[in-house]
């Protein structure tokens, strides 16, 4: 169960450091910062006839204002060389086509996010589901010793019957305990796997917990 804790601490780890990778990849510059990775664009392909440069630039400011910097100048540098396979204008391009170019470019970047954050919640729920676990376990264990010491007390005493007192090996006194099921005890690590045949083992009398056998 230790190799298993650490690789998932491992895993994790890895999963927060992809995480803010990526979160940094995909955070969004400021305003003059996007204005000024444009300005190439907008010196080397003219606006088409009769569109007002004010509301041009209002709404790019608008589209830039969603992504890095980093991808405006990609996308800016592609448009200038005519590398973008879904444009083939001599002006320059709209708000709506820069807007797809710029999402192309990050796409893989979310997409490594969305990944990257999955899989951080998966390790979450296995860790969750683990520590349930490990505290059912030792609840059964615990449960699984007192059982034991109730049967030792039972076959020892001279009358058996409801309401009858044990005492355990420190001495503490204590009221039997419900009857543990098949399925209660699978679930104990340390459990024994075969259940003892009285009856073959030399019937009736027989005492499967002799004193002095811890």
């Known amino acids: 169960m230790s190799s298993d804790v650490n690789r998932r601490s491992r895993s994790v780890l890895r999963c927060a450091e992809e995480i803010e990778l990526c979160e940094r990849a995909l955070m969004p510059c400021g305003d003059v910062e996007a204005l000024k990775a444009l300005e190439p664009m907008f010196g080397n392909l003219p606006f088409a006839e009769g569109a007002d440069e004010v509301i041009v630039m209002k709404g790019f400011r608008t589209v830039v204002a969603l992504y890095p910097l980093w991808a405006i100048k990609e996308a800016v ?3 200038i060389a005519g590398q973008v396979p879904t444009y083939r204008g001599d002006f320059c391009p709209n708000t709506a086509v820069f807007g797809r ?14 990944k990257a954050r999955r899989m951080a919640e998966e390790e979450a729920r296995l860790a969750a589901e683990e520590q349930g676990r490990k505290a059912r376990s030792s609840e059964l264990r ?8 109730e049967l030792r007390a039972r076959s020892n005493a001279r009358h058996i019957g409801r309401g009858v007192m044990f005492e355990d090996r420190n001495g503490q006194a204590w009221m039997p305990g419900p009857e543990l099921t098949a399925e209660d005890l699978a679930s104990v690590p340390d459990a024994p796997r075969r259940t003892f045949d009285r009856a073959q083992a030399g019937g009736k009398g027989f005492d499967p917990l002799p004193k002095g056998r811890d």
Not at 142 to 149: E, K, L, N, P
């Open 77 to 79: 540098t592609a448009f």
């Open 101 to 114: 170019e710029l999402e192309r470019r990050v796409s893989r970047h979310r997409e490594r996010l969305r």
């Open 142 to 149: 615990a449960a699984g010793d007192r059982r034991v010491y």
